[in-house]
């Protein structure tokens, strides 16, 4: 009996125990935060550069005879694969022809080439094909030889007027300030050869004892300047200096000179310092000649274009210095003489 009544109290404190516990609240977990998930922001690409547009260039001369244009145009092409450009080099196939050079010009116009460096065959007849130019939006730079009218870049060349004053001074020192002299023009029209021309007439009317025999132009070629030296030899039985307008005109002057056995008696100026004039001066056949730089006059030429069209300022003027040439110093020029 005893051991009933014990079983039933074991059963009975079990059962209590199991209530209680079911009843007892619950432990709630402490949370733990959770990290916000980044966003992933994908790597902007770096903005791909619009590709520059490769600038074509013209560079057209008055001529293919003579080797000052070639000078020029060896310098503009050394240029063009420097600074990465197209270079178009045109001349008139007929030397100083106008309408041929103005029907090259209004061919670039056509191309839409990005500027024109111009070596106007002249002054006043080519101011129409660069106002074209200037209507069409292309950019026009002259060099060399001046033009009369038409919007340009710049002016690149040296002072005709003032580097044909010191050829000429420098002749009549030689002279003694005394003599027969003839002179040999350049292409009619050439502001170069107006220029030029002044100068020499300037300077011999300040000496009395400097008679001028003769003035006649051979459009600055070696062969016309030989004819007409032929004919003033036949007129004038003495010279005593012929002041030319270029060095291929005092090199056909040279030749004839030479076949009439009086070159040793006559002095011969030229202008440009071209190759054949300077083995002339080193040989004594040529007195002096002058050099205006032909590489520069290019060159500032073809760069003034490119400084505009990036926006830059450029001057209306590019000056370059021309230098006397004679026996004191054509050795330095022996790189032209190939």
């Known amino acids: 009996m005893r051991q009933r009544v014990l079983y039933l109290c074991l059963v009975t404190v079990l059962v209590l125990g199991s209530v209680l516990s079911a009843c007892a609240p619950q432990a709630t977990p402490t949370p733990v935060p959770v990290q916000p998930t980044q966003a992933v922001v994908p790597t902007a690409?770096?903005?791909?550069?619009?590709?520059?547009?490769?600038?074509?260039?013209?560079?057209?001369?008055?001529?293919?005879?003579?080797?000052?244009w070639g000078y020029m145009h060896d310098a503009a092409t050394k240029l063009a694969a420097e600074k990465g450009f197209e270079l178009i080099y045109l001349?008139?196939?007929?030397?100083?022809?106008?309408?041929?050079?103005?029907?090259?010009?209004?061919?670039?116009?056509?191309?839409?080439?990005?500027?024109?460096?111009?070596?106007?065959?002249d002054t006043?007849?080519?101011?129409?094909?660069?106002?074209?130019?200037?209507?069409?939006?292309?950019?026009?730079?002259?060099?060399?030889t001046r033009l009369d009218g038409g919007k340009i870049v710049t002016f690149a060349a040296i002072e005709n007027y003032d580097a044909m004053t010191l050829v000429t001074e420098y002749v009549v020192d030689k002279l003694g300030e005394k003599g027969k002299v003839?002179?040999?023009?350049?292409?009619?029209?050439?502001?170069?050869?107006?220029?030029?021309?002044?100068?020499?007439?300037?300077?011999?009317?300040k000496y009395p004892n400097i008679e001028v025999l003769a003035s006649?132009?051979?459009?600055?070629?070696?062969?016309?300047a030989l004819t007409v030296m032929e004919n003033l030899l036949q007129t004038y039985p003495e010279i005593d200096a012929v002041l030319c307008g270029n060095d291929e005109e005092a090199l056909g002057a040279i030749e004839a000179l030479k076949a009439a056995g009086r070159l040793d008696k006559t002095l011969v100026a030229g202008f440009d310092a071209n190759a054949d004039a300077l083995k002339a001066v080193m040989?004594?056949?040529?007195?002096?000649?002058?050099?205006?730089?032909?590489?520069?006059?290019?060159?500032?030429?073809?760069?003034?274009?490119?400084?505009?069209?990036?926006?830059?300022?450029?001057?209306?003027?590019?000056?370059?210095t021309a230098t006397l040439v004679d026996k004191s110093n054509v050795d330095q020029y022996a790189y032209r003489i190939q």
């Open 45 to 68: 690409a770096a903005p791909t550069a619009a590709p520059v547009k490769k600038l074509t260039l013209a560079l057209v001369t008055k001529a293919l005879d003579n080797p000052f």
């Open 91 to 121: 001349a008139p196939t007929k030397a100083n022809n106008l309408e041929e050079q103005t029907r090259l010009v209004d061919d670039l116009i056509e191309k839409k080439v990005d500027g024109i460096a111009l070596v106007p065959v």
């Open 124 to 144: 006043k007849g080519m101011v129409a094909a660069v106002e074209r130019a200037n209507a069409a939006g292309v950019p026009v730079a002259i060099s060399n």
């Open 182 to 205: 003839v002179i040999i023009e350049g292409t009619a029209g050439a502001q170069t050869a107006i220029d030029r021309k002044k100068a020499q007439d300037d300077v011999l009317k």
């Open 216 to 224: 006649q132009t051979a459009e600055f070629s070696r062969a016309q």
């Open 283 to 320: 040989e004594g056949r040529m007195v002096v000649t002058c050099d205006q730089r032909p590489d520069l006059q290019a060159t500032q030429a073809l760069q003034a274009i490119m400084d505009q069209l990036a926006g830059k300022a450029v001057e209306a003027r590019t000056k370059i």
